[in-house]
């Protein structure tokens, strides 16, 4: 378990430097904030929010083609699927892990602790599926789509944050254990 778990931290980190420093950026400042996913505004359009109308702009302008195409593959995939799959396990294989320190929790079934990691996985999937249709132009971009998107990057974002929690949460659980075994 402690390979598996190694393997894939080292993944995930490894991902994340690709896509930080290597991948987005080679699609501009745009992609390589990452916008879409992550901030309440396009870097090149600031000080304006993010929103319908500075997206449609964003989308209609010819000069962003190739960011356009670029944040959609590679970026989104294969490069953030990769991610989101290393991401989504390295949570679920942790928290079955510390919860193995954790006796009084030895009859709650594995499943439960992958739970909240698997949610982050579909939720980030979906997130993913939606903003590359929308790059794409498959689905066409209207305030209800547009309201969608924004409302699948909240998801993910609780999802993963909720995920993390629950690992810190085992994690520090099964530290106090090891730290103050339960005396006999």
């Known amino acids: ?44 359009q600031q000080p304006r929010l993010l929103s319908y109308s500075t997206f449609a702009s964003w989308l209609d302008d010819p000069a962003k083609d190739a960011a356009r195409n670029g944040y959609a593959f590679p970026v989104l995939f294969p490069y953030d699927l990769l991610f989101l799959i290393c991401l989504g396990a390295l949570l679920g294989f942790a928290s079955v892990y510390f919860v193995s320190f954790l006796s009084f929790l030895s009859g709650v079934p594995d499943w439960v602790w992958w739970a909240l990691p698997a949610a982050y996985i579909v939720a980030d999937l979906a997130e993913d599926c939606y903003a590359a249709a929308l790059l794409k132009s498959a689905l066409a971009l209207t305030d209800h789509s547009f309201a969608l998107m924004r409302r699948l ?16 949460f085992l994690g ?8 103050f075994p339960a005396k006999a």
């Open 172 to 179: 520090t659980l099964a530290a106090l254990v090891r730290i």
């Open 1 to 44: 378990m402690k390979l598996i778990l190694l393997l894939l931290f080292g993944l995930t980190i490894g991902l994340t430097m690709l896509l930080k420093y290597k991948v987005a950026p080679d699609y501009g400042p745009d992609v390589g904030a990452r916008f879409l996913e992550r901030l309440n505004y396009i870097p090149s």
């Open 153 to 168: 990057t909240t998801l993910k974002l609780a999802t993963v944050n909720v995920a993390i929690g629950q690992v810190a």
